[in-house]
T-cell receptor, first 113, second 116 residues
Framework: AQSVAQPEDQVNVAEGNPLTVKCTYS??????LFWYVQYPNRGLQFLLK??????LVKGSYGFEAEFNKSQTSFHLKKPSALVSDSALYFC???????????FGAGTTVTVRA | ETGVTQTPRHLVMGMTNKKSLKCEQH?????MYWYKQSAKKPLELMFV???????ENNSVPSRFSPECPNSSHLFLHLHTLQPEDSALYLC???????????????FGPGTRLLVL
């Protein structure tokens, strides 16, 4: 069975400070990892994904994520957070022979001005 | 979000009503999905269609009935729902659900459902 854990329900940072949203996963075989963002009253928007290759993946809106196989983690990062980054962030994982995406419970990010 | 559209965006219904949710994707994809999103819970996969064929029914109660007339349209027919079915219902699409793990799913804006 595959699963995702997002250990923090909420992350609060000041605008201009670095932002990190944590994600760990469990999957059989090679993982495919995804980050999505959800703004209020909106659907999930795809940010980035890790398939293979470079462990540092760059995505939309200045976000990046680092795949760490030994720690089974895929933390989302942004060097300088904006107030507009305030949203709900979801990490998801899928095994290489499975079409089902397993999502974490989500982390609410609040960036204060 | 214009790649995957959902209507209506909001729906209030009584427990004896029958209503339908509609999803349309403009991405040329062949797989479509229904998810349920409840507060403080991970997204729950409900149904998967690949090339119009249902490939997944994740133990969803029969009061939810999906329909996929073609690869671009997906419906969720609702009848005799319960208050606990109130949630955000999200539709997603991808190129081909059987092609492997690297596929990206793209989501619509969702239908906010309230069952009274």
């Amino acid at each position: 069975a595959q699963s995702v854990a997002q250990p923090e329900d909420q992350v609060n940072v000041a605008e201009g400070n670095p932002l990190t949203v944590k994600c760990t996963y469990s999957v059989s075989g090679n993982p495919y990892l995804f980050w999505y963002v959800q703004y209020p009253n909106r659907g999930l928007q795809f940010l980035l994904k890790y398939i293979t290759g470079d462990n540092l993946v760059k995505g939309s809106y200045g976000f990046e994520a680092e795949f760490n196989k030994s720690q089974t983690s895929f933390h989302l990062k942004k060097p300088s957070a904006l107030v507009s980054d305030s949203a709900l962030y979801f990490c998801a994982v899928r095994g290489n022979n499975d079409y089902k995406l397993s999502f974490g419970a989500g982390t609410t990010v609040t960036v204060r001005a | 979000e214009t790649g995957v559209t959902q209507t209506p965006r909001h729906l209030v219904m009584g427990m004896t009503n029958k209503k339908s949710l509609k999803c349309e994707q403009h991405l040329g994809h062949n797989a479509m999905y229904w998810y349920k999103q409840s507060a403080k819970k991970p997204l729950e996969l409900m149904f998967v269609y690949n090339f119009k064929e249902q490939t997944e029914n994740n133990s969803v109660p029969s009061r939810f009935s999906p329909e996929c007339p073609n690869s671009s349209h997906l419906f969720l027919h609702l009848h005799t729902l319960q208050p606990e079915d109130s949630a955000l219902y999200l539709c997603a699409s991808s190129q081909d659900s059987a092609s492997g793990g690297e596929e990206t799913q793209y989501f619509g804006p969702g239908t906010r459902l309230l069952v009274l």
